[in-house]
């Protein structure tokens, strides 16, 4: 199984609103709504964002959303703050009844 | 407080075996899976494989069936993810983590390295 494709960076000031993708096929991310979103700080565990597509862990702030089209999940991040800069990863259950990670995007605030 | 609390880095050398843990507490192990993800050193994070400590069903990525073993003591609360034989290649911090659908709590990785 390859991994989900996610651009391998994005950039955005503060205040600014920034969206990740994460493009799968027919398999995994377009056949479940069971995508979630990873934010890792560097040395840090992952921490759950957004699970089944579109739901907030609590204690998450809701600057963080998520949504789905076709083969193509979104992470979308309003008002970016500094402690936003991070890895981000998204994740997806597939038909073989495995999971796949994208192959994460950094997310820098200029 | 929910946590995976995992075992301590490991230095080996190629060819050694090695058995690495991941203790739940603060909730019902047997009730939920424990995934394990690789993250070799500057890359992503990786699926390897799932276990339900409940009866042991367990699953492999196709990429690393057959390069390591899952498994769990539900007696006390713990996962495991063994080798027979490393390689240099497989250095990498590896996490374990709570859940089926999605990973809601994640252990704080167990770093290993393998060199001769």
Not at chain 2, 13 to 33: A, Q, V
Not at chain 2, 45 to 72: C, H, K, N
Not at chain 2, 94 to 111: P, Q
Request: aromatic letters at 12%; a neutral charge; glycine letters at 10%.
């Amino acid at each position: 199984q390859s991994a989900l494709t996610q651009p391998a960076s994005v950039s955005g000031s503060p205040g600014q609103s920034i969206t990740i993708s994460c493009t799968g096929t027919s398999s995994d991310v377009g056949a479940y709504n069971y995508v979630s979103w990873y934010q890792q700080h560097p040395g840090k565990a992952p921490e759950l964002m957004i699970y089944e597509v579109s739901n907030r862990p609590s204690g998450v702030s809701d600057r963080f959303s998520g949504s789905k089209s076709g083969n193509t999940a979104s992470l979308t991040i309003s008002g970016l703050q500094a402690e936003d800069e991070a890895d981000y990863y998204c994740s997806s259950f597939t038909s073989s009844n495995t999971w796949v990670f994208g192959g994460g995007t950094k997310l820098t605030v200029l | 407080e929910v946590q995976l609390v995992q075992s301590g880095a490991e230095v080996k050398k190629p060819g050694e075996s090695l058995k690495i843990s991941c203790k739940g507490s603060g909730y019902t192990f047997t009730n939920y899976w424990v995934a394990w993800v690789r993250q070799m050193p500057g890359k992503g994070l990786e699926w390897m494989g799932i276990i339900y400590p409940g009866d042991s069903d367990t699953r492999y990525s196709p990429s690393f069936q057959g390069q390591v073993t899952i498994s769990a003591d539900k007696s006390i609360s713990t996962a495991y993810l063994q080798w027979s034989s490393l390689k240099a290649s497989d250095t990498a911090m590896y996490f374990c983590a709570r859940g089926y659908y999605y990973s809601d709590v994640w252990g704080r990785g167990t770093l290993v390295t393998v060199s001769s």
